[in-house]
């Protein structure tokens, strides 16, 4: 008998339970991928994460081939294909992970009618995409479905029994006869990134393990540092599933130390974000906490955050890190939450705008997670200090103090020492001429008002 194991964000063969599932209920399983045209056609689909993509599907073909198998890759309309796969291969069952989000619980429903009509049964499974499910820990209250504010989620999420991290299988035997495509190849893909990172199963555990000996210790004291980049860069890789967070957070506490501590209770934010998401599916597009129109349009800035997206605000650690996701596909936290503040806040811009080019060009781009950020950044999220608003200059000395970061990405001030590189308007006029490098497009001190008075008024 033959199974269909349905992969969507889960690209890998460690700590897999469908595939697990299904290789000890058939004695041939089908690994399936599909490239899904609904979410090309939502525009989730850009350069970055395709190339990014296109790794992982390549890694995870070879990874099966080492096995004695190989990934059937089809592209079409989800719920079409697997059913077509099922025919084709004489298949009784298909495996997949349970839908987390919205999108994935309405395409498992659509699957489940649409397999029961050809007389094939769906199997779901536990969706290691999160090392804690959404909605396994819930509030004591009456009526409430998830947890709404971080640190008693993270103090219920720590007392969870652990659990295990499954290994890799030995040997999948795929029918011979199955046709694929041909797999994309990142090569291929136009308008990425340059400095992109590596995708696929094997990068993931290279990197796990590398972070896990040289990284993890000193985490909790530099994570912040933007200079230093270090942080494990793992986003990519949990968001793609080519490393479960089970594991992540398995190896981390083993390893133990303050450092690990830190680190799981960054899983735990990621985890956090996914059960809000799941209980308020709306929260992806809409304020979490209602607010009336004033404040959800935001100002009309268009020329500001143009400014903004191209790393030209005059905010020399706002521009870093706008340029560095342009550069890399990838942002620092830190840097995330004072580019995200600026533009929510300084400018008093709608965060929707912000969180979209992110969406655009952040190679760990995620629904849940960066929405939810964006959302907690802006102050209409979980952020139980909704008005607080980060001020970039001293954002900038304090986690770039020697102005590595700035000096690395907007080179046009790699010859002006800190602390005055955080603030190039100050210098003498004719020092300031030197450096090819706008002045500042707001006023802090007007930003923040006008901020005050916005939020007053919603
Ligand atoms: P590490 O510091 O090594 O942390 C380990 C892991 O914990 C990360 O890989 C990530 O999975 C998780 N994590 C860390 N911080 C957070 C956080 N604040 N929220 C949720 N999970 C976290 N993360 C995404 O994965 N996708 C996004 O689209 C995304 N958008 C963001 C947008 C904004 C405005 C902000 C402020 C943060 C966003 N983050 C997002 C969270 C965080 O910035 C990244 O996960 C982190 O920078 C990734 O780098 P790292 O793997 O080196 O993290």
Redesign the pocket.
Known sequence: NTAVVLYTSDLRLHDHPPLRAALASCDRVVPLFVRDRAVERAGFAVPNRLAFLADCLADLDAGLRTRGGRLVLRSGEVVEEVCALVREAGAGEVHLAAGVSGYAQARERRLREALRAQGCALYTHEAVITAVAPGAVLPSGRGSDHFAVFTPYLRRWSELPPRRAAAAPRTVRVPEDIGSEEPPRRSAVTGTSPGLARGGECEARRLLTR?LSSGLAR?EDT?DDLAADA?????????FGTLS?VE?AQRARAAGGPGAEA?VR??C??D??HQVLAARPEAATRDYRARDDRWRTGRDAEEEVQAWKDGRTGYPVVDAAMRQLRHEG????RG??L??GFLAKTLYADWRT??RH??DL?V???VA??Q???Q??AGTGTDTRPNRVLNPVRQGLRHDPDGRYVHRWVPELAALPAPRVHEPWKLPAEERARYDYPEPLVDLTEAQARFREGRRGA
């Open positions: 972070w985490y994570h942080t494990s860069r793992l986003s990519p890789h949990l968001h967070p992540a680190f960054q899983l934010w990621r956090f974000h990838w942002m620092h936290n995330r939450l580019a995200a912000g969180a992110f969406l952040l760990d781009g995620d997670n960066n939810l950020n964006w907690w950044v």
